[in-house]
Nanobody, 120 residues
Framework: QVQLVESGGGLVQAGGSLRLSCAASGSIFSMDAMGWYRQAPGKQRELVAAITSGGSTNYADSVKGRFTISRGNAKNTVYLQMNSLKPEDTGVYYC??????????????WGQGTLVTVSS
């Protein structure tokens, strides 16, 4: 059973910064991709940023130039550096991982979510 543990959420003023962390633990043969999604009140969950095992990244248009996703030295960790935060960035941020528990299997797992609140 693979688990994702997130940390780093909190309350920040507009224009400020936060750094989210996510660490995966459990039986992982290989980690294909990790990413961050967010869900604002009354809205659907949306992709914020993702990074593949090869280092390719993808960002939502709304965060390009402000957020940076990166992998840690430990392969199964991912960070989201969020700068120039705006009130519309407020939401619950979820870590997501696509991994292989064995060469022939492919699974997805979600973290429990961490709340980010940006005040104006």
């Amino acid at each position: 059973q693979v688990q994702l543990v997130e940390s780093g959420g909190g309350l920040v003023q507009a224009g400020g910064s936060l750094r989210l962390s996510c660490a995966a633990s459990g039986s992982i043969f290989s980690m294909d991709a990790m990413g961050w999604y967010r869900q604002a009140p009354g809205k659907q969950r949306e992709l914020v940023a993702a990074i593949t095992s090869g280092g390719s990244t993808n960002y939502a248009d709304s965060v390009k130039g402000r957020f940076t996703i990166s992998r840690g030295n430990a392969k199964n960790t991912v960070y989201l550096q969020m700068n120039s935060l705006k009130p519309e960035d407020t939401g619950v941020y979820y870590c997501n991982a696509l991994y292989r528990p064995s060469p022939a299997r492919y699974l997805e797992v979600w973290g429990q979510g961490t709340l980010v609140t940006v005040s104006s």
